[in-house]
């Protein structure tokens, strides 16, 4: 039997408690949303779309919080996983 890895993706890192980072392992794609005022927050999906769809609608460009290159580089980001 092959041994699975797992891949790990740092989407943003703002300091210690403001990230997220993303595992693949295997089919599975787990985000991990850490932040100072939420704590931390995991969300699993079982496709790429999916996960797309989702990054999509938590970071909409309109009402996101930073500059137009910083929402192009996160999303391409997420494409990249």
Request: proline letters at 2%; aromatic letters at 12%; one cysteine or more.
């Amino acid at each position: 039997m092959k041994q699975q890895t797992t891949k790990k993706h740092q989407i943003y890192k703002k300091d210690k408690w403001n990230m997220l980072n993303i595992e693949v392992n295997g089919k599975s794609i787990i985000v991990r949303e850490i932040s100072d005022q939420w704590g931390e927050e995991c969300h699993t999906f079982l496709s790429r779309p999916e996960l797309m769809n989702w990054a999509e609608h938590r970071f909409p460009k309109d009402k996101f919080d930073g500059t137009e290159e910083e929402w192009e580089t996160m999303m391409k980001a997420f494409r990249e996983v």
